[in-house]
């Protein structure tokens, strides 16, 4: 499983990470690299993420 559901905030600084946040009534899916920080968003709002790389790379896999 490639989606993660806590510890962002711990995530590798050089990789970009594709998170769904928010609640059923207004969803958002966006990427970014941590290093350059989320900026307004709160990471409590971030209810599941993973790197983008690992998900291309599932993609090719299948």
Same mark, same amino acid.
Not at 11 to 40: C, E, R
């Given at each position: 499983?490639?989606?993660?559901? #806590?510890?962002? #905030? ?42 983008? #790389? ?5 993609? #090719?896999?299948?």
């Amino acid at each position: 499983m490639i989606w993660k559901t #806590e510890g962002i #905030e711990q995530a590798a600084l050089d990789k970009q990470i594709l998170f769904y946040a928010g609640g059923s009534m207004f969803p958002y899916l966006g990427w970014h690299y941590p290093n350059k920080g989320v900026g307004t968003w709160e990471y409590t709002d971030i209810q599941k993420w993973c790197y983008l #790389e690992d998900l291309l790379k599932l993609a #090719e896999d299948k």
